[in-house]
Structures are given as C-alpha cells and as structure tokens.
C-alpha cells in the first residue's frame, strides 16, 4: 500500500512564524504535490514537484515555499504566516500511469493561524 | 476536464451495497473516470478508475456504460466507516500541473447502521 505521512494532524502557530509543513511517501514516486482545501473552493494547487530539486508554481503560490532535497520527502514552508493561511493543507504523491495519473494523500494537517 | 454531475446526498444502510451514480455526458475518448472520497476531516482518499471496461478493486466496482457517459460506483457492503464525500472526476493526466485534481461538489453518502 502506499503510504504518504504529513508531519502534524493539527497545527497552531501565530502570525509571523515560520512554519514547516513535511510530507513523505514511500513509494518511490516522482511527482509530489501541495494543495490546500478551504471549505466551499474546493482543493487548490500551491506548488509541485517532479523530480528531486525541481518545484513549479501552482495556482497559489504567494506566501509559499518548498523544498525536495531526497525524492521521498517534499516540504512546504510558509515564510511568514498569516490568518489567511489557516487552511487544511494536503500533500499528495503520484503515481504515473500510461496516460492516467493516480494521487494519494497524505491524511491533511489542519493549520491554524492567530 | 468533462464536467460531472453527482446527486447532492444518498443514504445506505449498512451492509448493503452503495451504487452511486456519475453522468459526465461530454466525456472525451481518452478521459478516464476517476473515484476518490474524502471522510471528515481527512484526506481524499483514492478508490477507483477506469476508461471504458467495469473495474473491480478490494475497495469497490466501477461500472461505466456502453457510451461512457455515465457511471456507477459500487460499494458492495458498505459499512459505517463508508460515511463520505465520493467524488467523480473526469479527466486525462498530461503532465506536470495538469494533474492537479478539481473537486466539484460531491456526493455525500451516509451509512445508517
């Protein structure tokens, strides 16, 4: 079964912190990604990864940064946290098939922001 | 990525099977059909998916008629812990960002003992 770990469930932090976010899967897969997920939008992609030192921006990148320095590991930092980042932020990892795409995700860790 | 449409809420009872539908009438020849299902305050967790034949995994069946237009989820014994949000995505993996997963709505299926 694949397996992809998130560091925390639940998460407090105050505004201005740094925060890390850390996902890890171990199924060898190359493409990891971050999204968030706010009540009434739905998932929303932060950043992506598809190799080990490779990242891309999502759709929401502000206020965001990642790391992937080992392939199975893929880290999301908020620089400076702010209230509007209070979110259910999920990692997942992907596996690749011919023309098809498989996620799993991690189980969300809820970030809240005072 | 095809539009779906799945009914708003269904209720189950226990041990008996969930068949959830899907209508995606403008799918395209290469979009495949995605399952996945998210329980409160959990992540999406991943089921099934298909192109045009019925697939069948530990977790549940995919049915998808003739004209792939709409589909049916199969839970065949469905117990408490089925209780979630089942999404139906339409949809071809081309790479890159394009595989970021859109979530519509969902169907909220709920098992009573």
């Known amino acids: 079964d694949v397996k992809v770990t998130q560091s925390s469930r639940y998460l407090v932090k105050r505004t201005g912190e740094k925060v890390f976010l850390e996902c890890v899967q171990d199924?060898?897969?190359?493409?990891m990604f971050w999204y968030r997920q706010d009540p009434g939008l739905g998932l929303r992609l932060i950043y992506f990864?598809?190799?080990?030192?490779?990242?891309e921006k999502g759709d929401i990148p502000e206020g965001y940064s990642v790391s992937r320095e080992k392939k199975e590991r893929f880290s999301l930092i908020l620089e400076s946290a702010s209230t509007n980042q209070t979110s259910m932020y999920l990692c997942?990892?992907?596996?690749?098939?011919?023309?098809?795409?498989?996620?799993?995700f991690g189980p969300g860790t809820r970030l809240t922001v005072l | 990525d095809a539009k779906t449409t799945q009914p708003t809420s269904m209720d189950c009872a226990e041990g008996r099977a969930a068949n959830l539908p899907c209508n995606h009438s403008?799918?395209?020849?290469?979009?495949?059909v995605y399952w996945y299902r998210q329980i409160h305050s959990q992540g999406p967790q991943y089921i099934i998916h298909?192109?045009?034949n019925n697939e069948t995994n530990e977790m549940a069946s995919l049915i998808i008629t003739e004209d792939r237009k709409s589909s049916t989820l199969i839970l065949p014994h469905a117990t408490l812990r089925d209780t979630a949000v089942y999404y139906c995505?339409?949809?071809?993996?081309?790479?890159?960002?394009?595989?970021?997963?859109?979530f519509g709505k969902g169907t909220l299926l709920t098992v009573n003992p």
């Open positions: 997942a990892s992907i596996f690749q098939g011919r023309g098809t795409d498989t996620q799993y």
């Open positions: 403008t799918i395209s020849g290469n979009e495949y």
């Open positions: 298909g192109l045009k």
């Open positions: 990864s598809y190799d080990v030192k490779m990242k």
């Open positions: 995505i339409v949809r071809v993996a081309s790479g890159g960002s394009n595989y970021k997963l859109t």
């Open positions: 199924m060898d897969h190359e493409n």
